[in-house]
């Protein structure tokens, strides 16, 4: 079927306003299978059902919009204290000097744009792969468009269990940036790695992560979206899970004038375990929607979804998140929660919860709620002598505990909750 | 200590009255006992003297140590030194136990202008107050009130009393839901903190509990109003009588 005039031109803009990057053999080959898919699916706009509730726009247009640069403040940098290999990308592009030696044991880093000048590579199987993979059953056009515009990005080969995470930081000095980054990650048999991701990364940001996990590999990731207000990001993670594999990943959220953060997963194993969670603060002019969707393809498996925001002054919240469960995948424990609290009428949480079960012995739940702060226990807190504000922002942290609380690691999550602190302190004034 | 004119309070989203005309003094040092039937108007006294939302003051005074306390926020009365222990605490997960309290007495040593207890100094302070009330370091850790058994919640409540040391202190119906030992653990915990610098009010619906937690006067409230006070011996003629003839005896 012909894709709408309006369509047709709001893609080949698009694509005109960036030059495909010239690589090697296997990747210009990936890059070419990726424009054509773009251009046969069309890039999204706001009457497509999968962005009901968020409009594409400014994410599709030829220009990226401004964003202004947060002023740095003078608290301690997220990951501060935790002992990691640094990769540092400002707007997008790699920073060698402020980034450590790619050489880690246990895993080796390429530069996608390095790698991608040879004629094969390992990365092969995946680049581009999983993303196609996770057209099916709903198109995402924006995962497709990085895979054919990607400037660079990681590609991380984990072939033991690093002894320290590898953290990508992405820095936005230009207010004017339009970057695209696609990172790969190949988490062989018995291996495990712990990926950290920080900061705005640019005005405008497009980032894919396929992630393949072996069978008994784990993935750890944990990830703090930049607090630059004008920022704007849409952003695709592709799993594929094999027996007995770990998938975590939670993302801390704070700000930004439009964030779209989709996660697709396929447990192909048996005995897998994927879990995703969120917390996101909105104040203002803010957009957050988290897109899940996980397939279960295998016995015995379980998943989690655990996504909480809070938002208030006119902060819109979306969640999108749904458990596919196979003829097949018997035994599947599927959790799926999703909650916002909203602190004043202004506010909005729009939510789609979806199950869509074909095995019949499964155990599957779901729910999702709004609310406003409990007034019994604020007054149960200001009674002890705690000021309202203080005890608003702790009930705050309260309704977000389950979703932090899907962070293993005790370091990473004090430093979160402690990002979380500052900044509800901050907006207390 | 606590002096109570003529309060009358009613429902603000209803056209109810519910205290009509209390009238009470509480001495520095003497522990008062409020019994009364169901819907006498206890609870929303207890309500009304901390600050809870959803009341309104039609008529009459409260003044603690002298300050009108009708005119402070809940937080503010706290750290003037009231503190009412809940029927029913309220569970708060994700929030631990312990930071809980800590921000609680941070608070108000800051409200009142005094240094904040650092973290060695306050760990060592409730890690003692605890032990006499059997609240092991479990309880300490986990989320506010999760999980608690009933008893439990009740012993969390009165050591939140002992770590923040008020001094107008009014239990609820602290019994209730409570077996005799833990009532017990409670009333001697409670018993502990009995000092000439320290009020106590205690609200309850039976006699048992003034048995652990021995009352110097002891009042009558019924439709909104006190309608006797006497000493302890009223108590256990409510227990041995009920309300019927007291009510009718001043009807």
Known sequence: MALPDVKQELTAARLDANAVPESGAWLAAARADAVARVQSMGLPTKRDEYWKYTDPTTLTSAQAPEAAVFEASDEAPLYDTIDRLRVVFVDGVFDAEASDDLTLEGVTIERLSDAGRADIHWAKDLYGVLETKGQIPVERPLAALNTALATDGLLIHVTGTPTKPISMIYRHKDASSDAVLHHVVKVEAGASVTILENGPAAARFNKCMEIDVADTGAFHHIRAQGRDHERRAVTHMFGRLGTESVFKSFTLTANGVLTRNEVVLELTGDDAQAHVAGAALGDGAFHHDDTVFITHDAVNCESRQVFKKVLRNGAVGVFQGKILVQPDAQKTDGYQISQSLLLDDDSQFLAKPELEIYADDVACSHGSTSGAIDEDALFYLRSRGVPKGRAEDLLVLSFLAEAIDEIEDADIAADILGRLEAWLERRRG | ?251
């Open chain 2, 1 to 251: 200590m606590l002096e109570i004119k003529n309060l009358h309070v009613k429902l603000e989203e209803e056209d109810k009255q519910i205290l009509k005309g209390v009238n009470l003094s509480l001495e520095a040092g003497k522990v008062h006992a409020i019994m009364g039937p169901n819907g006498s108007g206890k609870s929303t006294l207890s309500y009304v003297l901390s600050g809870k939302d959803g009341y309104e003051v039609t008529d009459g005074e409260v003044h603690l140590l002298g300050e009108d306390v009708l005119d402070m926020e809940p937080e503010e009365r706290a750290a003037a030194g009231l503190f009412l222990a809940f029927q029913y605490p309220v569970e708060i997960p994700g929030v631990g136990n312990m930071t809980f309290l800590r921000t609680a007495v941070n608070a108000q040593r800051k409200q009142r202008g005094e240094e904040e207890l650092s973290a060695g100094d306050f760990l060592k302070v409730v890690r003692e107050k605890a032990k006499t009330l059997k609240i092991d370091a479990d309880m300490l850790k986990r989320p506010v009130n999760v999980g608690f058994s009933g008893g439990e919640k009740k012993r969390n409540e009165i050591l939140q009393m002992a770590m923040l040391e008020p001094k107008m202190c009014i239990l609820d119906e602290t019994d209730s839901g409570l077996d005799v030992d833990a009532m017990k653990l409670v009333s001697e915990g409670v018993n502990a903190l009995r000092d000439a610098g320290r009020t106590f009010l205690v609200i309850t619906h039976y006699q048992r509990l003034l048995d652990h937690i021995k009352p110097d006067v002891v009042h009558i409230m019924a439709d909104g109003k006190i309608i006797k006070s006497g000493g302890p011996e009223l108590a256990l003629e409510v227990e041995n009588n009920g309300y019927a003839d007291i009510l009718a005896e001043v009807a």
